[in-house]
Protein backbone atom coordinates (compact mmCIF):
# COMPACT_ATOMS: atom_id res chain seq x y z
CA UNK A 1 0.00 0.00 0.00
CA UNK A 2 2.54 2.15 0.77
CA UNK A 3 4.74 4.21 -2.76
CA UNK A 4 8.14 2.72 -3.21
CA UNK A 5 10.85 4.78 -1.80
CA UNK A 6 10.94 6.99 -4.72
CA UNK A 7 9.35 10.86 -4.89
CA UNK A 8 5.85 11.00 -4.21
CA UNK A 9 4.94 13.72 -6.80
CA UNK A 10 7.39 15.48 -8.97
CA UNK A 11 9.75 17.44 -7.31
CA UNK A 12 10.37 20.86 -9.80
CA UNK A 13 11.18 23.34 -6.94
CA UNK A 14 7.67 24.85 -7.08
CA UNK A 15 6.39 25.12 -3.13
CA UNK A 16 4.29 22.11 -2.07
CA UNK A 17 0.51 23.33 -1.99
CA UNK A 18 -0.52 22.30 1.27
CA UNK A 19 -3.91 21.65 2.95
CA UNK A 20 -4.54 21.61 6.66
CA UNK A 21 -7.34 19.64 7.53
CA UNK A 22 -7.34 20.37 11.46
CA UNK A 23 -5.18 23.38 11.32
CA UNK A 24 -6.50 24.38 14.67
CA UNK A 25 -5.80 21.74 16.67
CA UNK A 26 -2.23 20.08 17.83
CA UNK A 27 -1.09 18.42 14.47
CA UNK A 28 -2.45 21.44 12.47
CA UNK A 29 -0.41 23.84 14.81
CA UNK A 30 2.60 21.49 14.80
CA UNK A 31 2.41 21.53 10.78
CA UNK A 32 1.61 25.45 10.59
CA UNK A 33 5.27 25.09 12.51
CA UNK A 34 6.94 23.41 9.79
CA UNK A 35 5.35 25.53 7.10
CA UNK A 36 7.24 28.17 8.94
CA UNK A 37 10.19 27.23 8.95
CA UNK A 38 10.06 26.36 5.28
CA UNK A 39 8.18 29.15 3.63
CA UNK A 40 9.84 28.76 0.10
CA UNK A 41 8.96 24.59 -0.02
CA UNK A 42 5.35 24.87 1.70
CA UNK A 43 2.27 27.09 0.54
CA UNK A 44 -0.46 26.89 2.31
CA UNK A 45 -3.83 26.52 0.33
CA UNK A 46 -6.33 25.68 2.64
CA UNK A 47 -6.74 25.73 6.49
CA UNK A 48 -9.72 24.22 8.38
CA UNK A 49 -11.14 24.19 11.77
CA UNK A 50 -14.08 23.18 13.58
CA UNK A 51 -15.20 25.67 16.01
CA UNK A 52 -11.90 27.80 16.43
CA UNK A 53 -12.53 30.87 14.21
CA UNK A 54 -10.34 33.57 15.80
CA UNK A 55 -7.47 30.67 15.75
CA UNK A 56 -8.49 30.01 12.31
CA UNK A 57 -8.78 33.85 11.30
CA UNK A 58 -4.68 34.27 12.50
CA UNK A 59 -3.61 31.55 10.87
CA UNK A 60 -5.05 32.24 7.41
CA UNK A 61 -4.01 36.11 8.39
CA UNK A 62 -0.69 34.93 8.68
CA UNK A 63 -0.35 32.64 5.72
CA UNK A 64 -2.72 33.60 3.26
CA UNK A 65 -4.76 30.64 1.96
CA UNK A 66 -7.25 30.51 -1.28
CA UNK A 67 -9.62 29.35 1.42
CA UNK A 68 -10.88 28.27 5.01
CA UNK A 69 -13.38 25.86 6.17
CA UNK A 70 -15.15 26.14 9.45
CA UNK A 71 -17.06 22.94 10.40
CA UNK A 72 -19.40 25.12 12.21
CA UNK A 73 -22.02 27.11 10.57
CA UNK A 74 -22.80 28.95 13.55
CA UNK A 75 -18.91 30.31 13.49
CA UNK A 76 -19.06 31.49 9.81
CA UNK A 77 -20.10 34.58 10.03
CA UNK A 78 -17.32 36.33 12.63
CA UNK A 79 -14.87 34.39 10.38
CA UNK A 80 -15.66 36.19 6.73
CA UNK A 81 -15.47 39.27 9.20
CA UNK A 82 -12.35 38.89 10.05
CA UNK A 83 -11.25 37.88 7.00
CA UNK A 84 -13.24 40.94 4.77
CA UNK A 85 -11.12 42.17 2.37
CA UNK A 86 -8.78 39.20 2.02
CA UNK A 87 -9.87 37.16 -0.84
CA UNK A 88 -10.13 33.91 0.87
CA UNK A 89 -12.90 32.34 0.68
CA UNK A 90 -15.03 30.98 3.43
CA UNK A 91 -16.43 27.39 3.00
CA UNK A 92 -18.43 25.60 5.68
CA UNK A 93 -19.25 22.06 6.94
CA UNK A 94 -18.62 18.75 6.23
CA UNK A 95 -18.24 19.61 2.43
CA UNK A 96 -16.32 22.76 2.82
CA UNK A 97 -13.95 20.17 4.28
CA UNK A 98 -13.93 18.02 1.24
CA UNK A 99 -14.08 20.55 -1.22
CA UNK A 100 -10.36 22.06 0.29
CA UNK A 101 -8.64 18.47 0.24
CA UNK A 102 -9.12 18.10 -3.10
CA UNK A 103 -8.58 21.64 -4.59
CA UNK A 104 -6.51 21.86 -7.85
CA UNK A 105 -3.99 23.93 -6.27
CA UNK A 106 -3.16 21.51 -3.52
CA UNK A 107 -1.00 18.75 -4.06
CA UNK A 108 -0.33 17.29 -0.42
CA UNK A 109 -3.37 17.16 2.56
CA UNK A 110 -2.48 17.03 5.94
CA UNK A 111 -5.09 14.97 7.68
CA UNK A 112 -5.38 16.13 10.90
CA UNK A 113 -8.92 15.87 11.98
CA UNK A 114 -9.78 14.07 14.52
CA UNK A 115 -12.36 10.96 14.83
CA UNK A 116 -14.45 9.26 11.80
CA UNK A 117 -15.27 13.15 10.64
CA UNK A 118 -12.06 12.96 9.02
CA UNK A 119 -12.91 9.87 6.65
CA UNK A 120 -14.69 11.90 4.36
CA UNK A 121 -12.09 14.11 3.10
CA UNK A 122 -9.42 11.76 3.05
CA UNK A 123 -11.37 9.70 0.65
CA UNK A 124 -12.10 12.98 -1.34
CA UNK A 125 -8.38 14.10 -1.19
CA UNK A 126 -7.92 10.37 -2.51
CA UNK A 127 -10.43 10.72 -5.56
CA UNK A 128 -8.82 13.52 -6.20
CA UNK A 129 -5.06 12.02 -6.41
CA UNK A 130 -3.98 14.11 -3.92
CA UNK A 131 -0.95 12.88 -1.54
CA UNK A 132 -2.04 12.73 2.13
CA UNK A 133 0.01 12.98 5.17
CA UNK A 134 -1.92 11.20 7.82
CA UNK A 135 -2.28 11.86 10.75
CA UNK A 136 -5.81 10.88 11.30
CA UNK A 137 -5.41 7.12 11.92
CA UNK A 138 -9.41 6.47 12.55
CA UNK A 139 -9.47 6.80 9.10
CA UNK A 140 -7.53 3.36 8.27
CA UNK A 141 -9.13 1.82 11.51
CA UNK A 142 -13.34 2.42 10.19
CA UNK A 143 -12.39 1.87 6.21
CA UNK A 144 -9.22 0.78 5.46
CA UNK A 145 -10.17 -1.56 2.67
CA UNK A 146 -12.24 1.31 1.29
CA UNK A 147 -8.97 3.25 1.38
CA UNK A 148 -6.93 1.11 0.54
CA UNK A 149 -8.89 0.16 -3.34
CA UNK A 150 -9.23 3.41 -3.75
CA UNK A 151 -5.47 4.42 -3.50
CA UNK A 152 -4.83 2.00 -5.62
CA UNK A 153 -7.70 3.19 -8.08
CA UNK A 154 -6.50 6.97 -7.71
CA UNK A 155 -3.15 6.35 -7.68
CA UNK A 156 -2.62 8.58 -4.57
CA UNK A 157 -0.44 7.67 -1.64
CA UNK A 158 -0.92 8.10 1.65
CA UNK A 159 2.59 8.17 3.73
CA UNK A 160 2.19 7.74 7.94
CA UNK A 161 2.50 10.88 9.99
CA UNK A 162 1.73 9.10 13.57
CA UNK A 163 5.11 8.59 14.86
CA UNK A 164 4.96 4.66 15.18
CA UNK A 165 3.83 4.77 11.47
CA UNK A 166 6.40 7.07 10.53
CA UNK A 167 8.99 5.13 12.05
CA UNK A 168 8.56 2.10 10.38
CA UNK A 169 7.97 3.46 7.14
CA UNK A 170 11.54 5.13 7.92
CA UNK A 171 13.03 1.53 8.73
CA UNK A 172 11.64 0.29 5.44
CA UNK A 173 13.14 2.89 2.71
CA UNK A 174 15.47 0.65 0.88
CA UNK A 175 13.86 -2.44 1.60
CA UNK A 176 12.06 -5.34 -0.39
CA UNK A 177 8.21 -5.79 1.01
CA UNK A 178 8.75 -9.76 1.21
CA UNK A 179 11.31 -8.94 3.65
CA UNK A 180 9.33 -7.37 6.31
CA UNK A 181 8.82 -10.65 9.45
CA UNK A 182 7.30 -8.46 11.81
CA UNK A 183 6.93 -4.90 13.67
CA UNK A 184 6.98 -3.76 16.70
CA UNK A 185 5.18 -0.73 17.66
CA UNK A 186 6.12 1.57 21.11
CA UNK A 187 4.07 2.60 23.32
CA UNK A 188 4.44 4.92 26.30
CA UNK A 189 2.75 3.52 28.52
CA UNK A 190 0.36 6.72 29.09
CA UNK A 191 0.08 7.96 32.52
CA UNK A 192 -1.30 5.14 34.19
CA UNK A 193 1.05 1.91 33.43
CA UNK A 194 2.87 2.22 37.22
CA UNK A 195 -0.66 2.96 39.02
CA UNK A 196 -2.43 0.18 40.84
CA UNK A 197 -5.15 -1.49 38.81
CA UNK A 198 -7.33 -1.76 42.00
CA UNK A 199 -7.70 2.41 42.10
CA UNK A 200 -8.34 2.63 38.67
CA UNK A 201 -11.99 3.02 39.04
CA UNK A 202 -11.30 6.19 40.42
CA UNK A 203 -9.15 7.73 37.64
CA UNK A 204 -10.14 11.47 36.78
CA UNK A 205 -10.46 13.17 33.86
CA UNK A 206 -7.63 15.80 34.87
CA UNK A 207 -5.51 12.84 35.61
CA UNK A 208 -6.17 10.75 32.11
CA UNK A 209 -5.52 14.25 30.40
CA UNK A 210 -1.40 14.65 31.43
CA UNK A 211 0.42 11.98 29.56
CA UNK A 212 3.90 11.80 30.34
CA UNK A 213 5.33 12.27 27.38
CA UNK A 214 3.17 13.73 24.36
CA UNK A 215 1.23 17.27 24.50
CA UNK A 216 -1.61 16.31 21.47
CA UNK A 217 -5.56 16.60 21.59
CA UNK A 218 -8.22 15.52 24.26
CA UNK A 219 -9.46 12.27 22.39
CA UNK A 220 -5.87 10.84 21.29
CA UNK A 221 -4.73 11.62 25.04
CA UNK A 222 -7.48 9.79 26.59
CA UNK A 223 -6.70 7.04 24.35
CA UNK A 224 -3.19 7.14 24.94
CA UNK A 225 -4.31 6.58 29.23
CA UNK A 226 -6.43 3.29 27.90
CA UNK A 227 -4.02 2.28 25.52
CA UNK A 228 -6.97 2.19 23.05
CA UNK A 229 -4.84 4.84 20.88
CA UNK A 230 -2.09 1.43 20.50
CA UNK A 231 -4.91 -0.81 19.54
CA UNK A 232 -5.81 2.12 17.13
CA UNK A 233 -2.95 2.01 15.94
CA UNK A 234 -2.31 -1.95 15.21
CA UNK A 235 -5.15 -1.63 12.63
CA UNK A 236 -3.40 1.17 11.41
CA UNK A 237 -0.49 -0.87 10.99
CA UNK A 238 -2.14 -3.65 9.27
CA UNK A 239 -3.74 -1.70 6.54
CA UNK A 240 -0.52 0.62 5.94
CA UNK A 241 2.10 -2.03 5.96
CA UNK A 242 0.72 -5.46 4.56
CA UNK A 243 0.90 -7.17 7.66
CA UNK A 244 -1.44 -9.52 9.91
CA UNK A 245 -2.23 -8.90 13.27
CA UNK A 246 0.31 -12.07 14.58
CA UNK A 247 2.99 -9.87 13.05
CA UNK A 248 2.46 -6.99 14.82
CA UNK A 249 3.40 -6.54 18.46
CA UNK A 250 2.99 -3.99 20.87
CA UNK A 251 6.17 -3.00 23.42
CA UNK A 252 5.88 -0.48 26.23
CA UNK A 253 8.73 1.48 26.09
CA UNK A 254 8.46 4.53 29.30
CA UNK A 255 10.81 6.93 27.45
CA UNK A 256 9.37 7.24 24.12
CA UNK A 257 13.14 7.52 21.95
CA UNK A 258 12.60 4.29 19.98
CA UNK A 259 9.47 5.24 17.77
CA UNK A 260 9.29 1.51 16.46
CA UNK A 261 10.90 -1.30 14.74
CA UNK A 262 10.55 -3.09 11.94
CA UNK A 263 12.30 -7.31 11.86
CA UNK A 264 13.51 -8.25 8.92
CA UNK A 265 13.44 -12.56 7.86
CA UNK A 266 17.35 -12.85 8.42
CA UNK A 267 16.75 -11.58 11.81
CA UNK A 268 18.09 -8.19 11.51
CA UNK A 269 15.87 -5.60 13.76
CA UNK A 270 15.96 -1.85 12.44
CA UNK A 271 14.13 1.10 14.83
CA UNK A 272 13.98 4.91 14.40
CA UNK A 273 14.67 7.25 17.45
CA UNK A 274 14.34 10.27 18.02
CA UNK A 275 13.31 12.90 21.13
CA UNK A 276 9.48 12.34 21.33
CA UNK A 277 8.41 15.50 19.28
CA UNK A 278 5.78 14.97 16.14
CA UNK A 279 7.22 17.90 14.39
CA UNK A 280 9.79 15.57 12.89
CA UNK A 281 7.30 13.22 11.66
CA UNK A 282 5.12 15.81 10.13
CA UNK A 283 7.92 17.48 8.49
CA UNK A 284 9.10 14.09 7.09
CA UNK A 285 5.68 13.33 5.64
CA UNK A 286 5.62 16.83 3.71
CA UNK A 287 9.86 16.70 2.88
CA UNK A 288 9.12 13.14 1.77
CA UNK A 289 11.08 11.55 -0.03
CA UNK A 290 13.87 14.23 0.92
CA UNK A 291 14.80 15.66 4.11
CA UNK A 292 14.63 18.76 4.67
CA UNK A 293 17.97 20.69 7.78
CA UNK A 294 15.67 21.53 10.88
CA UNK A 295 16.35 22.66 14.22
CA UNK A 296 14.24 20.11 15.99
CA UNK A 297 15.75 18.55 19.49
CA UNK A 298 17.85 16.00 19.12
CA UNK A 299 18.94 13.24 21.12
CA UNK A 300 21.73 13.93 24.21
CA UNK A 301 23.26 10.24 23.86
CA UNK A 302 25.29 11.73 26.96
CA UNK A 303 22.08 11.94 29.37
CA UNK A 304 20.29 9.15 28.00
CA UNK A 305 20.40 7.25 31.04
CA UNK A 306 18.79 3.91 29.45
CA UNK A 307 15.89 2.73 27.44
CA UNK A 308 13.53 0.01 29.04
CA UNK A 309 10.90 -2.01 27.63
CA UNK A 310 7.89 -4.39 28.90
CA UNK A 311 5.15 -6.17 27.84
CA UNK A 312 1.65 -4.23 27.95
CA UNK A 313 -0.87 -4.96 31.13
CA UNK A 314 -3.69 -6.65 29.34
CA UNK A 315 -5.55 -6.52 32.92
CA UNK A 316 -4.74 -2.85 33.09
CA UNK A 317 -5.26 -2.13 29.32
CA UNK A 318 -8.61 -4.27 27.77
CA UNK A 319 -8.55 -1.76 24.84
CA UNK A 320 -5.58 -3.51 23.17
CA UNK A 321 -7.13 -6.79 23.32
CA UNK A 322 -10.21 -5.09 22.42
CA UNK A 323 -8.48 -3.94 19.35
CA UNK A 324 -6.94 -6.77 18.03
CA UNK A 325 -10.30 -8.82 18.32
CA UNK A 326 -11.96 -6.36 16.06
CA UNK A 327 -9.19 -6.45 13.55
CA UNK A 328 -9.47 -10.12 13.45
CA UNK A 329 -13.15 -10.14 13.03
CA UNK A 330 -12.73 -7.52 10.25
CA UNK A 331 -15.68 -6.11 8.27
CA UNK A 332 -17.80 -3.33 10.35
CA UNK A 333 -15.97 -4.25 13.94
CA UNK A 334 -12.71 -2.00 13.41
CA UNK A 335 -16.01 0.78 12.70
CA UNK A 336 -17.79 -0.37 15.92
CA UNK A 337 -14.94 -0.35 18.14
CA UNK A 338 -13.48 3.11 16.95
CA UNK A 339 -17.29 4.54 17.12
CA UNK A 340 -18.19 3.42 20.47
CA UNK A 341 -14.81 4.25 21.81
CA UNK A 342 -15.28 7.87 19.90
CA UNK A 343 -18.10 8.54 21.81
CA UNK A 344 -17.04 7.09 25.24
CA UNK A 345 -13.76 9.13 25.21
CA UNK A 346 -16.52 11.74 24.40
CA UNK A 347 -18.64 10.99 27.63
CA UNK A 348 -15.37 10.17 29.92
CA UNK A 349 -14.66 13.98 29.20
CA UNK A 350 -17.71 15.15 29.97
CA UNK A 351 -17.49 13.15 33.56
CA UNK A 352 -20.76 11.17 32.34
CA UNK A 353 -18.78 7.89 32.47
CA UNK A 354 -15.68 6.72 34.34
CA UNK A 355 -12.29 5.57 32.89
CA UNK A 356 -12.80 2.11 33.39
CA UNK A 357 -16.10 2.19 31.16
CA UNK A 358 -14.56 3.13 28.30
CA UNK A 359 -13.48 -0.46 27.54
CA UNK A 360 -16.70 -1.85 29.16
CA UNK A 361 -19.17 0.13 26.62
CA UNK A 362 -16.68 -0.80 23.80
CA UNK A 363 -16.64 -4.43 24.66
CA UNK A 364 -20.37 -4.57 24.72
CA UNK A 365 -21.19 -2.58 21.62
CA UNK A 366 -18.42 -5.23 19.84
CA UNK A 367 -20.53 -7.93 21.26
CA UNK A 368 -24.22 -6.43 20.63
CA UNK A 369 -23.75 -4.95 17.10
CA UNK A 370 -24.04 -7.24 13.75
CA UNK A 371 -20.50 -7.50 11.99
CA UNK A 372 -21.05 -7.05 8.53
CA UNK A 373 -18.44 -9.07 6.14
CA UNK A 374 -16.96 -6.42 3.13
CA UNK A 375 -19.06 -3.32 4.46
CA UNK A 376 -19.67 -0.60 1.84
CA UNK A 377 -18.70 2.45 2.68
CA UNK A 378 -23.40 3.43 4.10
CA UNK A 379 -22.81 0.04 5.87
CA UNK A 380 -19.90 1.94 8.01
CA UNK A 381 -21.39 5.30 8.31
CA UNK A 382 -24.83 2.93 9.67
CA UNK A 383 -22.46 0.71 12.01
CA UNK A 384 -20.91 4.00 13.45
CA UNK A 385 -24.27 5.47 14.34
CA UNK A 386 -25.30 1.99 15.73
CA UNK A 387 -21.84 2.08 18.10
CA UNK A 388 -22.64 5.68 19.22
CA UNK A 389 -26.18 4.71 20.04
CA UNK A 390 -25.44 2.23 22.45
CA UNK A 391 -23.09 3.52 24.12
CA UNK A 392 -25.52 6.82 25.00
CA UNK A 393 -27.70 4.90 26.56
CA UNK A 394 -24.89 4.35 29.28
CA UNK A 395 -24.11 8.14 29.42
CA UNK A 396 -27.94 9.83 28.75
CA UNK A 397 -27.37 12.45 26.36
CA UNK A 398 -27.65 12.68 22.76
CA UNK A 399 -24.70 11.43 20.37
CA UNK A 400 -22.27 14.32 19.34
P1 LIG B 1 -6.96 17.99 18.13
O1 LIG B 1 -8.19 17.74 18.91
O2 LIG B 1 -5.86 18.78 18.75
O3 LIG B 1 -7.33 18.68 16.76
C1 LIG B 1 -8.35 18.18 15.93
C2 LIG B 1 -8.62 19.09 14.77
O4 LIG B 1 -9.75 18.56 14.05
C3 LIG B 1 -8.98 20.52 15.15
O5 LIG B 1 -8.50 21.41 14.17
C4 LIG B 1 -10.50 20.52 15.15
O6 LIG B 1 -11.05 21.79 14.89
C5 LIG B 1 -10.79 19.56 14.01
N1 LIG B 1 -12.07 18.85 14.17
C6 LIG B 1 -12.54 18.26 15.29
N2 LIG B 1 -13.75 17.72 15.06
C7 LIG B 1 -14.05 17.99 13.78
C8 LIG B 1 -15.18 17.71 12.96
N3 LIG B 1 -16.24 17.06 13.42
N4 LIG B 1 -15.15 18.16 11.68
C9 LIG B 1 -14.10 18.83 11.21
N5 LIG B 1 -12.99 19.11 11.93
C10 LIG B 1 -12.98 18.71 13.20
O7 LIG B 1 -6.42 16.54 17.68
P2 LIG B 1 -4.92 16.12 17.34
O8 LIG B 1 -4.23 15.71 18.58
O9 LIG B 1 -4.28 17.14 16.46
O10 LIG B 1 -5.17 14.79 16.51
C11 LIG B 1 -5.58 14.78 15.16
C12 LIG B 1 -5.42 13.37 14.61
O11 LIG B 1 -4.03 13.05 14.60
C13 LIG B 1 -6.08 12.29 15.47
O12 LIG B 1 -6.59 11.30 14.62
C14 LIG B 1 -4.95 11.73 16.31
O13 LIG B 1 -5.15 10.39 16.68
C15 LIG B 1 -3.78 11.85 15.33
N6 LIG B 1 -2.48 11.96 15.99
C16 LIG B 1 -2.21 13.02 16.78
C17 LIG B 1 -0.98 13.14 17.40
C18 LIG B 1 -0.63 14.35 18.23
O14 LIG B 1 0.50 14.46 18.69
N7 LIG B 1 -1.54 15.26 18.48
C19 LIG B 1 -0.02 12.14 17.21
C20 LIG B 1 -0.32 11.06 16.39
C21 LIG B 1 -1.55 10.99 15.77
MG1 LIG C 1 1.15 7.30 17.67
Known amino acids: MLPPHTAAFPVNGAPRGLSILGATGSIGTQTLDIVRLFPDRLRVRALTGHSNAELLARQALEFLPDCVVIGKA ?11 GTGIRV ?4 AGLCEAAALPEVDIVMA ?3 GVAGLEPVLAAIRAGKTIALANKETLVVAGALVKASLAQHGSTLLPVDSEHSAIFQCLVGEPARAVESLVLTASGGPFRTRALETFAEITRDEALRHPNWSMGAKVTIDS ?20 AEQ ?11 HSMVTFTDGSTKAQLGVPDMKVPIQYALSYPDRWPAPHPRIDWSRLKGLDFEPPDADKFPCLRLAYEALAFGGTAPAVLNAANEQA ?4 LKDHIRFVDIPRVVEE ?3 KLS ?3 QPSYETLVEADAEARRLVMEHGGGVPD
Open 225 to 244: ATMMNKGLEVIEAHWLFDVQ
Open 248 to 258: IEVLIHPQSII
Open 371 to 373: RTV
Open 91 to 94: LEGP
Open 365 to 367: ALG
Open 112 to 114: GVV
Open 74 to 84: TEARGLREALA
Open 345 to 348: VALF
